[in-house]
């Protein structure tokens, strides 16, 4: 998650803590932790419950 932002600055990365902010659960479907979500202009744009750098690496890409 550090690595990316550092990455890509020209993206904003947020660490929500969804158990101290339950209402964000409600921004993506957070059933399991961790939990990755993206976003453009406000709306959801894909997700994924991984702890794999590659993983990450893809559902960033999708929106850069």
Known sequence: FKKLALENETITFALVD??????????????????FAT???GQLVNETQTNKAEVL????????
């Open 18 to 35: 969804a158990e101290n902010f339950p209402e964000s659960r409600k921004l993506a479907n957070v059933s399991n932790l961790p939990t």
């Open 39 to 41: 976003f453009v202009n």
């Open 57 to 64: 690496n893809e559902l960033v890409n999708e929106i850069v």
